[in-house]
């Protein structure tokens, strides 16, 4: 290619054989190319990837239950709530009452209970509503209602006074608060006292139906 180079300068001989072997070059080239684009195979021009879409669940809060909320302090107490929720249950009242089994968390069930909750009744004992730092208790319930009421998550209260003692008066300071600030003077609560004595859960339940048709909730809260 050097001494083609130097006779390029005194003849046009050489310029021939240099056309024709970059001539070659390029031929050999272009069969490459054509040999390798052949082997790609043929596509539309940017086709993407179809990428997975995410799967959309749709979120319904539906609050037709009603939450009964009470200290599970004594087993007479607990055995009276449990007669008022059967007896609510009769007058097709939907209920949620906590009833947690072996390897059940209570904390769960209760969460689960304030969700589904249009409205919670109250038993109020002398010390509903105590602060125990035991996780979910009343203290926790009341104070979710309270805060989440009709203007927040439309959980409506229902107190069932069981002691003389009207708000609750638990020992501690901030379950005191609490229960002076969820139980004002014009909550209407159910009288739950006969004497010394509760009521019949029959009659208890009967005043709470009433009470529920009086806050036009009745048909939120009853299973067709």
């Avoid at 031929?27 to 195979?41: N, Y």
């Avoid at 749709?58 to 007896?87: I, N, W």
């Avoid at 009659?203 to 036009?216: C, P, Q």
């Amino acid at each position: 290619m050097l001494r083609c180079a130097m006779k390029c300068l005194d003849c046009d001989c050489c310029h021939c054989c240099c056309r024709r072997n970059v001539s070659d070059i390029v031929d050999v080239h272009d069969a490459f190319a054509e040999e390798v684009i052949a082997r790609v195979p043929a596509g539309p021009a940017n086709k993407k990837t179809p990428q997975a879409s995410a799967p959309e669940f749709p979120v319904r809060e539906v609050r037709d239950t009603v939450l009964l909320s009470g200290r599970f302090t004594q087993a007479d107490k607990v055995a009276y709530m449990r007669d008022v929720e059967k007896e609510l249950q009769k007058c097709g009242i939907r209920t949620f009452m906590v009833k947690a089994g072996a390897g059940q968390d209570f904390g769960v069930l209760t969460a689960m209970g304030l969700q589904r909750a249009r409205a919670m009744v109250a038993f109020c004992t002398s010390t509903y509503g105590e602060r125990t730092r035991a996780g979910y208790e009343t203290y926790q319930e009341l104070k979710y209602v309270h805060e989440n009421g009709e203007d927040g998550a439309k959980i409506a209260l229902l107190p069932i006074k069981l002691a003389k003692v009207y708000p609750p008066c638990p020992p501690d300071e901030v379950g005191r608060s609490l229960c002076t600030l969820a139980f004002p003077r014009s909550l209407v609560y159910v009288d739950g006292l006969a004497g010394t004595s509760y009521k019949q859960a029959e009659d208890v339940a009967k005043l709470i139906v009433e009470s529920l048709r009086h806050m036009n909730l009745l048909h939120e809260v009853t299973a067709s």
